[in-house]
């Protein structure tokens, strides 16, 4: 028998007449943006939308927006095909490394930054891909630290899952294992008791997922990351900074004290990447400042992110604080971990 969530992912809504069943928007554009950049959403998340300019709606219903190119806006704006010495593997810092072990996601983010490929043609990573990627892993003994991201690794069987995990357990210098997914927001039902069972036997293993806004905490998402937890998988939360969706303190404060209550670390609040296609989410380095200055003090400490911008061209994430660096008219600049100062613009 098929797995429900099997089911229910191969069930998702990629047409965007479908979705103009449903919703007041205009299948024909719809069609022309998602030609570009791929629609998906799962029948779970479709329920749970009322209208497109809700929470969820926002990020996951495409927007004509989306064909906007800003002249200062990036295909890839972390530089990570560069960073790259094997497909699919991304090796910025010296001791982690990126594996991008899946193409595909069960929906896919408005906002994402890898919005040029995840879902196309030349995201579509073979088992042979993988291989490789932990044969570079191996070679690299100053690697401590894998992060298995993609698209969205729960998209692969349990059976995959395990045999990369196990992969890695045999490399001595592998340390700790972190597998990014956005499963427990767009289809709780991949977390299943046996995946966290098999995750318990991989420790240390972390788990970073990806609550936006507190709509997402449903009781279905809630029991998921319980299950995680209870099997001895720590779950961390990274939160992308979306205008017009979560850009206020109050709600960020309910959310990550959510989080916080349900045993969810929040780890980074992200400042929206340069990426092509995602102008409309922008906010200004200021606005999440101001967020920032207005969380610290009434919210635990345990559950206030830090607030990154990962910096134009690869030179990696930087923490944004009040006192960060100079403000130049419309630029503000940023110093890199090597000392660089790197323009960014304030939108
Ligand atoms: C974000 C990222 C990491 C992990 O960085 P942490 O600060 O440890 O979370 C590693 N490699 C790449 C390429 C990244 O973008
Ligand atoms: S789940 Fe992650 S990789 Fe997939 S579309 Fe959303 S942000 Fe991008």
Wanted: aromatic fraction near 8%; proline fraction near 7%; charged fraction near 20%.
């Amino acid at each position: 028998m098929m797995e429900s969530w099997l089911a229910q992912h191969k069930n998702s809504i990629t047409d965007p007449h479908q979705l103009a069943e449903h919703f007041a928007v205009h299948a024909g554009e719809l069609a022309q943006v998602a030609q570009r950049y791929p629609l998906r959403l799962t029948t779970y998340l479709l329920k749970r939308i009322t209208q497109p300019s809700d929470p969820l709606g926002q990020q996951f219903i495409p927007q004509l927006a989306e064909l906007n190119n800003d002249v200062a806006q990036l295909v890839d704006p972390l530089n990570e095909e560069l960073l790259s010495p094997v497909p699919h593997l991304v090796h910025r810092y010296p001791q982690r490394v990126l594996l991008l072990v899946a193409g595909s996601c069960f929906s896919y983010c408005r906002f994402c930054t890898r919005k040029r490929k995840v879902g196309c043609e030349d995201m579509a990573v073979s088992f042979g891909d993988i291989l490789k990627g932990i044969d570079y892993i191996a070679d690299h003994p100053e690697v401590n630290e894998v992060i298995l991201s993609g698209g969205d690794p729960l998209t692969m069987s349990d059976r995959l899952l395990e045999d990369i995990l196990k992969r890695l357990q045999r490399i001595a210098h592998v340390e700790v294992v972190r597998i990014g997914s956005r499963a427990p927001v767009v289809l709780p039902a991949r977390i299943t008791p046996a995946l966290c069972e098999m995750f318990g036997r991989y420790q240390p293993l972390y788990f970073l997922t990806h609550f936006n806004h507190p709509a997402e905490l449903t009781v279905e998402a809630i029991e998921a990351c319980r299950q995680l937890v209870n099997a001895g998988v720590p779950v961390v939360n990274q939160t992308v900074l979306l205008r017009g969706v979560n850009d206020d303190a109050t709600l960020l404060h309910k959310l990550f004290y959510s989080l916080h209550r349900l045993r969810i670390r929040p780890y980074y609040l992200h400042q929206m990447d340069l990426t092509c296609g995602t102008g409309h989410f922008r906010t200004r380095l200021e606005d999440g400042i101001t967020i920032m200055d207005q969380l610290r003090g009434p919210l635990s400490g345990l559950a206030v992110p830090t607030y990154i911008v990962d910096l134009p061209g690869g030179h990696g994430k930087v923490p944004v604080t009040p006192d960060y660096v100079q403000r130049l008219g419309a630029q503000a600049q940023l110093r890199a971990a090597d000392g660089t100062l790197i323009d960014y613009p304030q939108w």
